[in-house]
Every structure is written in C-alpha cells, then in structure tokens.
C-alpha cells in the first residue's frame, strides 16, 4: 500500500473519531436537555410549609412567593422565592429547601421590631436598621421606645443616633411609669424623656450614659425633687435642674458627689 493510501485511511479514521466525538457530545446535551424538562414537568408542588414565622401568616407568605399546589417544583428558582419574600420587611432572612416528594420548605427568620416611630402624628413599627416595618394596628399596645417628631428624611443622622439609642435601650432594663420617647434634629441634641422628664442624651456612648442616668436618678429620689430636666451629655458632670435652680454631680477619681 502505498503512502498516498495510507494517508487516506488516516483521514477516514480520524474523520469518523470526529464525527463519533460530535455525535457524543450532541446525545449528552440532548440528554441534559431532555433530563432538565423531564424533571421540571414531571415533579409539581404537593406542599408549601413555612417554619418560623410569627408575624406573617402563611396565606401572606403564599402571596409573596406566588407558588401553588400542582404549579412546577423545579418551576421556580430557590434564588427568585428568596427575593420574592425579601419584598416583605418583616423578612429578614430565608432557607429554602425543595423535596423530590414535592415538598418545599421554606425557613423564615422575621425582623423583630424594636421602636415605634411616630411621624406626623401615625406610629410605624421599626426594625434595628430602622427600616419601616408596617403601620401600627389601632388598639395595638406594645411597650417599645417612641421615636418622635425626627424627620427620618432630611435629619438622616439624628434618626440613625435614635434608633441606635433605641437598640440599646432594648438591652437594658429602666424603671418608669410611662412612656419612653426619643427626640432630637441633631445627633448632638438626642433627648430621652421618661417618666415626663426631659434626659439630653447626645450622641453615643449610650450604655455609659444610661448607667450616669441611675445615678442621677438614684440621687434625685433621696432629695425627693421635682426635676426639669437632667443633661448627660458631658463627660465629666451630670447636670440636673430641679424646678428653680440648677445641680451638678460631678464625676472624677471613680467617686460621685453632688454639689
């Protein structure tokens, strides 16, 4: 045989290794293919269940994620429920889990509100990040700091500083007969007004001052005095005016005095 035959069979040879190559690499994607729509259409929806939510009820979930019973499971994607549901601010978080029985689960972790925010005289609900959560319910009653009369709009940092102040006061345990609300236009001028007195708070350091403010409280009990209102916002002196006149307590080598 010679050359010019043996290089013709080469050619057919490795013609037919390219074509058995192609028709391979055809027969799996038509497989892929034809596996992908075999999964989507033969696998529906037989259940929804909803783990952890308090606030939402389920018939409001089932609105957000726009799933139904017998619709494609594998019809929707995990990553699209999740953004459907984030559309909701009480939804912080979701796992979502989809079950070749039909069954998708989807495990909710709802925002806690933390504030009342009060503009122009209608009370919101709030988040830790101060995001709006719903309109409070009339007749609703929950004992939670008022944020009030602090445009969230055009004093950004001022509604910041109060929503701060408000995630700490959560933490903390305060002795008082009425409501606590939380004022102020400016960081700087973040007043706490409880038990009808006015407490100029500031901005920052707010476990420091709040722990000052049962000192000064601590104080103002044993004269037995009807006070105006108490300023915490410097570091070295409390000062508290009674109705009349004006006290200070001065803080210095670890010890209290009032004078």
Not at 31 to 57: A, D, P
Not at 161 to 172: I, M
Not at 210 to 228: H, M
């Amino acid at each position: 045989m010679n050359r010019r035959n043996i290089r013709t069979l080469q050619r057919k040879k490795e013609s037919k290794k390219i074509k058995f190559a192609v028709f391979m690499v055809i027969l799996f994607i038509l497989s892929g293919v034809g596996m992908y729509f075999f999964i989507t259409n033969s696998f529906s929806v037989k259940e929804v269940v909803f783990i952890g939510n308090r606030h939402l009820k389920n018939d409001e979930l089932k609105l957000l994620i726009k799933v139904n019973k017998e619709d494609e499971l594998f019809g929707v994607s995990g990553r699209e429920l999740y953004n459907r549901l984030r559309r909701s601010p009480w939804v912080r978080d979701a796992v979502i889990r989809k079950e070749l029985s039909g069954k998708i689960v989807l495990n909710i972790a709802e925002a806690v509100p933390i504030a009342i925010f009060s503009v122009t005289g209608r009370p919101y609900l709030i988040d830790k990040d101060g995001n709006i959560l719903e309109p409070m319910k009339e007749g609703t009653v929950m004992f939670l700091p008022v944020i009030k009369d602090i445009d969230h709009n055009r004093n950004r940092e001022a509604y910041a500083e109060a929503v701060k102040f408000a995630n700490v006061l959560n933490k903390r345990t305060l002795s008082y007969s009425g409501n606590i609300e939380i004022t102020g236009q400016r960081p700087e001028d973040i007043t706490l007004k409880l038990d009808n007195i006015a407490i100029k708070i500031g901005a920052g350091d707010f476990d420091k001052k709040l722990e000052r403010l049962e000192f000064a409280k601590d104080e103002i009990e044993k004269r037995n005095i009807a006070v105006e209102h108490i300023d915490l916002r410097f570091a070295d002196k409390i000062i508290v005016k009674p109705a009349g006149r004006l006290e200070e307590v001065e803080e210095s080598g670890g010890e209290k005095k009032t004078k």
